[in-house]
Structures are given as C-alpha cells and as structure tokens.
C-alpha cells in the first residue's frame, strides 16, 4: 500500500471513531471562541440518523480502499464515489469477473474506469481509447477498432454518437468505459460490436465546446457546439468550418497503351512518360439542430442538419514525353470544380413496451445538389470538357422490435429500405440526361444465447435484395446473408471469440452508371449495369491473454473468401472513338487473404510508461492475370509517458503493401515516424504533433498491369507535416447531459461516373 493510500485510511478512521463517538455518546458540542459561545445540539433523531449513515459509509470507503489504494493511480476514488451506477460496489457483487486492476466483466459486459490523468490527456472517444491502452480496443487513424480491426461505433449511454458527437466530445465526464459484443439491449441497434462511455445524466443546463485543429501546411477544421437540456428536453446547435489546400503532391512514371486506334491509325504500342505537379482545394461549411426528448421508456430524437462544400479549383500540370509523335506537345492540363449542397433530416425512435419487448427504429431524408466540371487538353488540342447537375433524393428506414425473454436469451428481426433517385444532366463529350431508381432491402433475424457470463453464441440468417432501374433497363439480385459469433471466458485472464460471416454489397450507383464520357484523348470511362454483387466469406478468430497486471497480449487470425469483386479494366475503343475504354467488371475468379496480427502492451511505473508493439502478417492469393500470390509483414509500435497534466509520446507506422484489383494492382507506402506533446486540465486540451519527422515527402508507388494498359507511378505527397489541436469546454446550470447528440450532414450521394 502506497503512502497515499496509509494516510488516507488513517484519516477516515479517525473520522469513523469521531462520528460513533458523537452519535452514539454526546447530546451537544460546546465550542468556545474568543467572543462567545457555540452549542450544537446533537439530540435529533434525525441528525442521530444521519450521523450514523455517514459512520456506516465511513466504515464501508475504510473495508475497501485498501483493495482500491493499491492501484491509486489506476482508479481515482471521486470517480468510483460519483459513478453513475456505483461501479465499485458492483465488483463485489457475484458472477463479476475481475480481469485486471480496473477492468472487470459483467453480464458479458467489459468495463474500464478512465483514470483523471487519461481523461485529463483526451479531447474525444478515439484519443482516450488510446490513452487508456485497452487489450480489446484500439486507436487507428482517428477511429475505435477492435482486435478484429473493425471500427467500432461509438455510443454515449446507450445512444449512438454522430460524427459531430465524437468531435464535440468530452472525456472528464466519462465515468465508465463499456465493450459490448452482440449487445441484446434494442438501443444499440442491432451493431455488432459497441463501445459505450457512461457519463453522468443531468437535468438542466448546458454545455458549450470549442474545437479548433490546424496542421500545418494548409488543412484546418473549427468545430463550436452548444446545447441545453431542461427536464427531459435536449437541444443542440453545431457549427463547423473545414479547409484544405495542398500544393505539394507530385508524381513521376509512364504509362503504355497497347492495340488501340486514334485517328484513323492502328498502334501496337505508345508510351507516355510524365512528370506531374498537381494540387487542389476544398471548402465546406455544416451546421446541424437538434432537439430530443427522453425517458426510461421513450426516446424521440430529431436532427436537422445542412451542409455545403466547395472545390473552387483542383487539377495538374505536366511534362510529358511520347514515344510517338502521336501529338505535337510536351505538357498536359487538368482542371476540375465540383459543388454540393446537403441538406437532411432524421428521426430515431425507441419505445419499451415491457421489460421483454422492445422497438427501435429510425428514418433519414437527405437532398443533395451537386455540380461538377472538368477540363482536360494536351498541349494545344482541342480541349475535353465535361459538366454534370445531379439532384439526388434518399430515404432510409430502419425497423428493429426485440423480445427479450431472460438474460440468457434474446431476439432482435432487423429490416431495413434504402430508396435513392438521381436525376443527371451530363453536358460536354456526353450530352444527355440520365435518371436512376435504386432501393436496397435487407431483412434478418438474430439469436443470442448467453448461458452464462463465460460464454455467448449469436446466429444471425437474413436475405439482402437490390432492385435497379437505369433508363429502361432493370436488374435485381437476391441473396442469403449469414453471420454467427461465439465468444468464450475459459478464466479471468483468457478472452476468445470467432466470427462466421456471409455479405453483400451492391454496386454503387456510379459503378453501375452506363454513360460513356471522354476523359483525356486516349481515355474513356463507363459504369456497367450488369455488375453482380460483391460477395464474401469472414472468418475470423482472435484472443486476448491478460498476462500480469503490467503486460497484456492480443492476437488473431482471419480469412476472407470474395467472389464477383467489382475490378477495373481496359478495352479498345471503337475505331470511331479511337484509345481505350476504362470500365468495370466481375471476374470469374476468387480472391483469398489470410490475415494475423499480434498486440503486446506493458506498463511501467505506475501506469505512466507505455509501450505498445504490434507485428502484422498478410496473405493474398487471386488467381488473376499478374499475381498469384503475396505475402507482407508489417509493424507498429508506440511509446507514450505520462508525466501530471503532461504526456509525450513517439509512434511508428511500418510500409505497407498490397494487391487487388485481381491482382492487377499493386501498391506501397513507406513507414512514418510521429511525435507528440499534449498537455490537459480537464477544461483545456492542447495538443502538438509532428508527422513524418524524417521525411519531408511523404513516398509511395502504384503499378496497374493489364494486357491493354499498364502503369507505374512513383508518387511524392505531403510530408513531415506539424498539427495543433485546443480543445475548449464548459458547463453551466444543474446537471447536464454532456453528450452532444447532434447528427451531422452526412456525405452527399452521387450516381456521377468519374473518370480518370
């Protein structure tokens, strides 16, 4: 027991011998001062009560602290005082499994208490993840993963956090971290895999947040936040302005086209090499309301949010030199503008009729008007234009009812609609108006059986349909959907789970569009209507080992089946059009990858030093035209040291290859090296990052082979780049509930083919 934790239980034993003693033994306190004196009847029956309820909880904090003092760094008694469901006590209830000095399983429930000094070093959902060097739950570019890699989405009590939610976010409230896996309860919508932060509910006030990020050079987003809450009523308010401006990408390589016709002239084979500078630039505004009313049985939420964003000019410039004199011209230009206007609104809903039935369901309606131009000319040809004025209208609805029998069982029936119309007027090498009609229909019928807290199995058969119309040409595919889970504890320290999935994806509508545009004088893009969906077989089985209080492992191992995946291809183009056609279409073969990972993660010195190492392992075999297989091994690694308000830390990312496309593509990114320094009361976050510390450009290359059009491209992009992020919050009134709910604009929908 630390010196801390000796003087602590010192002083409630005193406190506890004085509190018997005046409650159970004296009548009245008389205190003399210099100028009169004090009497303090302690003769009520009332005040006897209270006094002797606060010697029995004086009594209980001096039975426990000495388990919670050991890990006083780890656990911070406010935090277990003021827990909104006394996580304390709930350790010592049976059927509680213990895993580690502040993580403890319940009801298949994984739970963690943030101590102050990581929520102190946090400004949102992901950062804490990572301060708080979880077995089961990662950090990876911004977002919460799990130790299968997958995203986890973020919930606030039990209700989903929107994008703005996770940018608004406030760590010194969080109480209690959750993982959940197959979640039973209807408010989680039927994910999955969950990560719920318990923050304290409160009933009038509000809270205001500040957010303000820039890196250096040329990219910056600012986020204010504000709601108030009054009884049951909620309502919010978002504003947040973004930019980018980028100068620094260039990229060298050649280019071959083989066994086409331009102008009336057969070629066996032409080469382009080229040196291109290319830049761009990006505006956007979004504002979001909200308004939200709840209570232990309802909620009904409402967003309305509006989004706009711009980019007011992008494009390259180019040396090129041919191989024929095919055109009289050493350089190429690309300019392209594009803007989109998105309004929408959503309405979610859940109702608990019974303590066994239970309905979620949501809706969303977004509008979306975007434009685009493009310019493209080699030298002093005639130049190719091409312009779009697309108006897209979506409707999504989700219905989910839940029977909920006992704590071992339960059974959700999710559906879901997707309706999208797009109406496009193509001007330029495509003149015409295009109108698509598209709707998705998913169905499935989910089984949980949980015997136990050790062990848990989840079955999950469905049916997915999508139904097409482009002009007057209709499709429509229907397939079964399958995914199972089973999660095993075999003891504290030991976790399992494996996954067995069956999925779909439809072709985007822009895959699918079958408008044929000229990009570039040797180049034709067009969509296909006849895609089949993507479909794949997960598998995945991974395990964590909690091997001391200070070293924790993690591993798994994965493999994934595709079928009909949606690849790019060329072809010659009429003798008319003359180049090649760039378009999509299913292959007729298979694509396997095997994946495994490892995770170590120590701490040192009281939780402050930590050290997290992370090797990785692919395999791809496609039985494609170029590849048939690879391999590639992978690493990352961080340190990080807490020192008070401070921490510091130093990160490494290794390169990175890969193979798709049928195994006609292939790609690599050199490693980066990071550093940070953050510094956080609560209230305040400040934050300085340094990416890429040893290279000023950042390097990667693409090589695409195919019997018509091959390429490679060495590729010099922004670098050694410095970021600062403040973050500033305040609360006021009563008790408020600080999660800010609040959906925001979501990405506009487009049927536009884009070209190269």
Not at 107 to 115: A, E, S, V
Not at 156 to 182: C, M
Request: include cysteine; proline fraction near 4%.
């Amino acid at each position: 027991m630390c010196v801390r934790s000796r003087n602590l239980t010192f002083w409630l034993l005193i406190v506890y011998i004085l509190l018997i003693y005046l409650g159970f033994f004296k009548k009245n306190i008389y205190i003399y001062t210099s100028t009169n004196l004090i009497h303090l009847p302690l003769n009520t029956i009332t005040l006897k009560r209270q006094m002797k309820r606060i010697a029995a909880f004086t009594l209980y904090c001096l039975l426990i602290f000495p388990n919670i003092a050991q890990a006083d760094n780890v656990i911070e008694f406010d935090d277990l005082l003021y827990a909104p469901d006394d996580s304390l006590r709930s350790k010592q209830l049976s059927g509680v499994e213990v895993m580690g000095e502040r993580e403890w399983r319940e009801n298949g429930i994984i739970n963690c208490i943030p101590t102050k000094a990581e929520k102190r070093l946090s400004n949102s959902p992901a950062s804490l993840i990572k301060t708080m060097h979880l077995t089961y739950l990662k950090e990876k570019d911004g977002a919460i993963v799990n130790l299968m890699g997958e995203v986890v989405p973020v919930f606030i009590n039990g209700k989903r956090a929107s994008q703005i939610d996770l940018e608004t976010f406030w760590p010194k409230e969080v109480k209690r971290v959750q993982y959940l896996e197959h979640p039973a309860d209807p408010r989680y919508e039927g994910a999955s895999a969950v990560v719920n932060f318990i923050m304290p509910e409160y009933k009038v006030g509000g809270v205001t947040r500040v957010n303000l990020f820039q890196r250096f050079p040329n990219n910056g987003y600012y986020t204010a936040a504000s709601k108030l809450v009054r009884n049951n009523w909620t309502y919010g308010l978002m504003v947040r302005g973004n930019y980018e401006r980028d100068h620094l990408t260039s990229q060298t390589g050649k280019t071959e086209y083989r066994d086409f016709f331009y102008k009336n002239q057969k070629y066996e084979t032409l080469t382009r090499t080229e040196n291109r500078h290319s830049y761009s630039r990006e505006n956007g505004v979004q504002t979001a309301w909200n308004a939200r009313y709840v209570t232990d049985k309802t909620t009904i939420s409402h967003d309305l949010s509006f989004g706009w964003n711009e980019n007011p000019g992008s494009g390259s410039l180019s040396q090129d030199v041919w191989s024929e004199n095919l055109f009289d011209a050493s350089h190429a230009t690309e300019r392209h503008t594009a803007k989109s206007l998105s309004p929408q609104i959503y309405g979610l809903y859940y109702f608990k009729f019974s303590d066994k039935w239970f309905l979620s369901n949501s809706w969303k309606y977004a509008y979306a008007e975007n434009t685009t131009s493009a310019f493209s000319q080699i030298g002093k040809n005639t130049p190719i234009l091409n312009g779009t004025n697309e108006k897209v209208n979506s409707l999504k609805i989700v219905v989910m009812p839940s029977f909920i029998p006992s704590k071992k069982w339960f059974f959700q029936l999710y559906t879901t609609a997707s309706l999208d119309w797009f109406s496009t007027c193509y001007t330029g090498s495509a003149n015409l108006r295009q109108k698509q009609a598209r709707q998705d229909v998913t169905a499935s019928f989910k089984m949980g059986c949980y015997p136990n807290d050790d062990f848990g199995l989840t079955l999950e058969p469905g049916m997915a349909a999508s139904f097409w119309k482009i002009g007057q040409e209709k499709q429509h595919t229907v397939i079964p959907t399958m995914n199972a889970s089973a999660s095993w504890s075999p003891s504290k320290k030991v976790y399992l789970r494996g996954r067995l999935g069956l999925y779909m994806r439809p072709a985007s509508p822009s895959e699918s569009n079958p408008v044929l545009l000229q990009n570039s004088e040797l180049m034709w893009s067009l969509g296909n209507p006849n895609l089949k969906n993507l479909t794949s077989w997960d598998t995945y089985i991974y395990s964590s080992y909690l091997a001391t209080k200070w070293l924790s492992l993690s591993y798994g191992l994965g493999y994934v089946k595709t079928k009909n995946e949606i690849i790019t291809t060329y072809r010659p183009a009429s003798f008319e059009q003359g180049g090649l056609v760039k378009e999509l279409v299913n292959p007729l073969h298979s694509e396997d990858r095997v994946m495994a990972n490892i995770s170590i993660d120590g701490s040192f010195f009281n939780d402050n030093l930590s050290v997290s190492i992370s090797p990785e392992w692919s395999f791809v075999h496609v039985q494609g035209a170029r590849y048939d297989k690879f391999h590639h091994v992978t690493f990352s690694g961080s340190i990080d040291y807490k020192l008070k308000d401070v921490e510091m830390g130093i990160s490494y990312k290794g390169p990175y290859k890969d193979v798709d496309e049928s195994g006609m593509r292939k790609t690599w990114r050199q490693g980066a090296w990071g550093a940070s320094i953050t510094y956080g009361n609560g209230n305040l976050y400040l934050s300085f990052q340094a990416e890429n510390i040893f290279s000023k450009r950042n390097k990667r290359w693409e090589q695409f082979t195919s019997p018509y059009y091959s390429s490679r491209f060495d590729f010099r992009e922004k670098g050694r780049a410095f970021t600062v992020n403040l973050t500033y919050t305040f609360g006021y009134g009563k008790k408020v509930d600080r999660s800010i709910d609040i959906s925001g604009p979501s990405d506009a929908k487009t049927s536009v083919l884009h070209g190269e």
